[in-house]
């Protein structure tokens, strides 16, 4: 997980143009943007994280970095 990639699709495009582009990583198709990784599973997570925190900015009205803050959270207490 790239933290600036993630940071740059957030800019970038809407919540609905990166579930599409997550879709279609997922379905084995070439995504409409371009998402930067190493491979598709490096690229759904980065999507995944950009539509995660685009969601918890619009809920929770807070700023990119709270909102990153709370989702690399989450991250890593799932994964301790």
């Given at each position: ?49 950009a ?11 807070v700023d ?17």
């Amino acid at each position: 997980m790239k933290i600036p990639v993630i940071k740059s699709l957030v800019e970038q495009y809407s919540k609905e143009e990166l579930e599409s582009a997550e879709a279609a990583i997922a379905d084995e198709r070439q995504p409409e943007i371009e998402i930067q990784g190493e491979d598709e599973g490096e690229q759904l997570t980065h999507a995944y994280a950009a539509i995660q925190i685009i969601q918890s900015m619009e809920e929770n009205n807070v700023d990119f970095k709270t909102a990153l803050r709370e989702y690399t959270s989450r991250v890593r207490s799932s994964i301790s």
